[in-house]
């Protein structure tokens, strides 16, 4: 099982990245599901055309399938917040009928996207969650998205912190390596050789319990335990990861 949580900045980034996950799901003749916008989906299939994946095709054969976020949250939500047992029902259903055609599934999510977009963080972080034991039952692959910047600092207030926990895989942007290459230029900038090796160290002993890149780990660690250096980094990193 793989809960996977991918952060972008940009539309284009973000859709590049699912092209890659949709189309080796394809290739390995796994059930796609996605739980989106129509808007973006029509997008998603121009752009596996554009990549000489015939997605139309696959979608007619219901490899392939949409399912619409606004319906299933309508559903699921109470008050704002996710119900569990109704969203248990409803994702059990759609997730059910992907596996009684395929052996593998692997599936996008846009729940949060949608609740993040409309300030609903709480409700986000709520719904991450509720995927837990879904995911006990139902073992598929996982990707959900979120429009974060994890170079801002004010989305340190606990809510990205409780977002990465609901999940075992966190990519703060589709370009890693140079996410990674500017948290480290601005590590280094900050603090003084003997510190950066005890900052890696020290974030590395006490990582969050995702699997994400080193540099996100250095963030969070520099948040909770030193805040002021942890926005000198960030400052810097951000202009770093503009310059690329």
Not at 31 to 48: A, F, M
Not at 205 to 219: I, K, N, V, Y
Request: proline share 4%.
């Amino acid at each position: 099982m793989t809960h996977a949580l991918h952060l972008y900045q940009e539309e284009s980034c973000l859709l590049e990245a699912l092209v890659d996950y949709v189309a080796e799901g394809l290739r390995l003749d796994e059930g796609i599901v996605i739980i989106g916008s129509t808007e973006r989906w029509h997008v998603l299939l121009e752009q596996l055309h554009d990549s000489g994946v015939d997605a139309r095709n696959h979608a007619l054969r219901g490899q392939l399938r949409l399912f619409g976020q606004q319906i299933v949250l309508s559903t699921c939500l109470t008050d704002g917040m996710p119900v569990r047992h109704k969203f248990g029902q409803v994702l059990s259903a759609v997730l059910g009928l992907a596996r009684m055609r395929y052996t593998r599934v692997r599936v996008v999510s846009e729940l949060t996207d949608s609740l993040w977009r409309g300030g609903q963080r709480e409700s986000a972080c709520a719904l991450e969650r509720a995927w837990r034991p879904l995911l006990a039952v139902h073992d598929v692959r996982l990707l959900c998205v979120c429009p974060i910047d994890s170079l801002e600092g004010h989305f340190y207030d606990g809510t990205l912190q409780a977002l990465c926990a609901a999940h075992t895989h966190v990519r703060p942007a589709r370009d890693e390596a140079g996410f990674e290459g500017a948290v480290s230029e601005a590590v280094a900038e900050v603090l003084d050789a003997p510190l950066v090796e005890m900052l890696q160290s020290l974030s590395a002993a006490h990582r969050p319990s995702a699997d994400m890149p080193p540099g996100q780990a250095m963030l969070f660690w520099l948040k909770d335990n030193m805040p002021r250096t942890a926005e000198k980094v960030l400052a810097r990193a951000r202009a770093r990861w503009s310059e690329q």
